[in-house]
């Protein structure tokens, strides 16, 4: 049973590039999150979808794209990286609006330099 | 918008002590559910406990249980008999619950980190 998947876990980027973070689930939730989370701070929401075809802007989208093509995929696109995207991601999944708590991927470190 | 508030940044406590993490919320709305979650040094977000705000009584999960003031918007975690395991940073969060299904994520506090001592 492999939960929230997310590759890689960490990545060097340099500013201006793209590269896309993984995330797949097996549990057939139909509620996928992308949270980013900075040193001394909690986790910020970016991205959310509640089902295949459906996504929505969290807290802080700026910078970042999402697609759900798929109940298990929910990959986060950075389309030209800069060092404040520089921080560790996080995707998660819950059945419905996930009132019982969220599944969590191990997280993807990304430093942009 | 919510607010989430842990005003500890760190605490350490000696093994088998009972320590309490703090937390306060803002909200204006009435049906909510708060959460605890453990994220030790393997960077895992792992799921303490959860509280649901229509319930007056307490959530606990063997040696973790919470202090719930609704009034207050108080929301306080209490360890039991601290193990090395304890060791972590712990996040308050907050969900405010939607009628018609939906959600729109949780809000998180900034953290506590719990260090136990042997």
């Known amino acids: 049973n492999a939960g929230v998947t997310q590759t890689p876990k960490f990545r060097i980027l340099k500013i201006g590039q793209s590269m896309t973070l993984q995330c797949t689930q097996d549990?057939?939730?139909?509620?996928m999150y992308w949270y980013r989370q900075d040193p001394g701070m909690g986790l910020k929401l970016i991205y959310y979808?509640?089902?295949?075809?459906?996504?929505d802007k969290g807290e802080v989208p700026n910078g970042y794209n999402v697609s759900r093509s798929t109940t298990e995929d929910f990959p986060l696109r950075l389309e030209l990286a800069a060092p404040s995207q520089t921080s560790v991601y996080f995707c998660?999944?819950?059945?419905?609006?996930?009132?019982?708590?969220?599944?969590f991927g191990s997280g993807t470190r990304l430093t942009v330099v | 918008a919510q607010t989430v508030t842990q005003s500890q940044p760190e605490m350490s406590v000696q093994e088998a002590e009972t320590v309490t993490l703090s937390c306060t919320y803002d909200?204006?709305?009435?049906?909510?559910?708060l959460f605890w979650y453990k994220q030790p040094p393997s960077r895992q977000m792992i799921l303490v406990i959860r509280?649901?705000?229509?319930?007056?009584q307490n959530a606990t999960e063997n040696r973790f249980s919470v202090n719930f003031q609704k009034a207050a918007k108080s929301f306080s975690l209490k360890i039991s008999d601290s193990q090395l395991g304890d060791t972590a940073m712990y996040f308050c969060?907050?969900?405010?619950?939607?009628?018609?299904?939906?959600?729109?994520?949780?809000?998180f506090g900034k953290g506590t980190h719990l260090i136990i001592q042997p």
């Open positions: 998660a999944s819950s059945y419905g609006g996930g009132y019982y708590g969220y599944t």
């Open positions: 509280q649901e705000a229509y319930k007056q």
């Open positions: 969060a907050f969900m405010k619950h939607h009628s018609g299904g939906g959600a729109d994520g949780l809000t």
């Open positions: 549990m057939n939730h139909n509620y």
């Open positions: 909200t204006s709305e009435s049906n909510y559910y």
């Open positions: 979808s509640v089902g295949a075809g459906i996504t």
